[in-house]
């Protein structure tokens, strides 16, 4: 298994059809993001997608962006978009995406990196901690996690 980025691979068409093969309203959003090329516009020019995949199978995916859905905000940059394959699950490979993130938060000099969400109980399990409640863009509310980076 490997993580890959998105925009760095020769292969985004695949990578683009097993996104859209994910049974969660917000992979299916980020499947018409990237394929209408709109991402980048969206959440971010340095923005990345980051695939844990093992060969041609896509096993779990993450974004690490400047813009998540809390808007306004200053808080940056986001993790979104976690996802894993229902046949995956129980695993924790969301743990190696997790390293991934904490590796490009470091290289970017990044002390926080901050998760909206709607679920309790997943993001704790990897050093995440509750920030506080916050409206997302449709006015919701979401908690917000934050993953300090240690140095």
Avoid at 132 to 145: A, F, K, L, T
Wanted: proline share 3%; with cysteine.
């Amino acid at each position: 298994m490997q993580v890959i980025e998105y925009f760095s691979s020769n292969r985004k068409n695949h990578w683009l059809n097993q996104i859209q093969k994910s049974d969660w309203s917000a992979g299916q959003y980020l499947y018409e993001l990237l394929q209408l090329k709109h991402f980048k516009s969206v959440l971010g020019e340095t923005s990345k997608v980051l695939l844990l995949v093992n060969d041609d199978e896509l096993i779990s995916f993450c974004t690490y962006t400047e813009i998540d859905d809390i808007q306004p905000t200053n808080l940056t940059p986001w993790m979104g978009f976690v996802y894993t394959f229902p046949k995956h699950r129980g695993h924790r490979y969301v743990g190696i995406l997790f390293q991934e993130v904490e590796r490009l938060a470091k290289a970017n000099a990044v002390h926080d990196v901050y998760i909206s969400t709607d679920t309790t109980g997943l993001y704790e399990k990897y050093g995440c901690t509750f920030y506080q409640m916050m409206n997302d863009i449709n006015g919701e509310p979401s908690r917000v996690y934050r993953k300090h980076i240690e140095f």
